[in-house]
């Protein structure tokens, strides 16, 4: 069971805790889309471009926060589909990236659009990107 703390933090780079990272972009522009998914419910989010990717030179906004069955049913199905045993990085022209960080441990899938063997990835990346985004349009 994941316990959600009450502290709140200005930035991820702050977070001492459970976080799920996800982005996607490159192409053409190089341009990045970051959302910093925090076991406290808190949401941040990064548009970057390919100039700047030193994480203390980065611009956090700060998104509305998830509540907690819905964070905890995101961590849930993060370990339901096993997606830290998935052992993968292969970016295409556009990238897709979901990473895990901890206090112990750090795991990062990648893949490109389009590949085949990504659809579990593919689902949820757009299920947690689907749910960020009710939460902030309320």
Not at 94 to 109: A, G, M, P, S, W
Request: proline share 2%.
């Amino acid at each position: 069971m994941i316990s959600c703390k009450s502290t709140k933090v200005e930035n991820p780079i702050e977070y001492q805790n459970k976080m799920l990272v996800f982005s996607h972009g490159g192409g053409f522009t190089g341009g990045m889309k970051t959302y910093y998914f925090l076991e406290n419910g808190q949401v941040f989010k990064n548009e970057s471009n390919a100039i700047v990717s030193e994480d203390s030179l980065k611009v956090y906004e700060v998104l509305k926060n998830i509540p907690k069955g819905a964070v905890e049913q995101i961590f849930s199905n993060y370990e339901i589909l096993a997606i830290e045993k998935i052992n993968r990085n292969t970016p295409g022209n556009l990238n897709y990236t979901i990473q895990y960080i901890d206090k112990e441990t750090q795991h990062e899938v990648q893949w490109g659009k389009g590949q085949d063997g990504v659809k579990s990835l593919d689902l949820f990346y757009g299920n947690v990107l689907n749910l960020i985004k009710k939460y902030s349009e309320e």
